[in-house]
């Protein structure tokens, strides 16, 4: 499955970013779904995911209650709704899939990954 990111930008801090995720090739409504993100000079790491039914969530600690994800699967998009935006936050955001909801905070178990999409929050 192939994806591709968009959304990203430039916003000031306290604003708001929608990112989304659209996916081609085959329908990801099987897959997990997730976000991860790698500011310069540190690791990747994660965001977010959905479930392929939608019917569970994980958040990372530092974006719990102002991140949200959300998934269309006859759209076959996911997108991520960024509030409350942090300096912090900046970094290159990335939406990934794989089967299974197991482990899915752990970016060597996905197997498909979209290009990328620069948020940057200013002070």
């Known amino acids: 499955v192939q994806l591709q990111a968009s959304g990203g930008g430039l916003v000031q801090a306290g604003g708001s970013l929608r990112l989304s995720c659209a996916a081609s090739?085959?329908?990801?409504?099987?897959?997990?779904m997730a976000w991860f993100r790698q500011a310069p000079g540190k690791e990747r790491e994660f965001v977010a995911a959905?479930?392929?039914?939608?019917?569970?969530?994980n958040y990372a600690d530092s974006v719990k209650g102002r991140f949200t994800i959300s998934r269309d699967n006859a759209k076959n998009t996911v997108s991520l709704q960024m509030n409350s935006l942090k300096p912090e936050d900046t970094a290159v955001y990335y939406c990934?899939?794989?089967?299974?909801?197991?482990?899915?905070?752990?970016?060597?178990?996905?197997?498909?990954w979209g290009q990328g999409t620069l948020v940057t929050v200013s002070s």
């Open positions: 990934a899939a794989k089967l299974g909801w197991y482990r899915v905070g752990d970016p060597t178990k996905y197997g498909s």
């Open positions: 090739g085959r329908s990801v409504s099987r897959y997990a």
């Open positions: 959905i479930s392929s039914g939608a019917v569970s969530t």
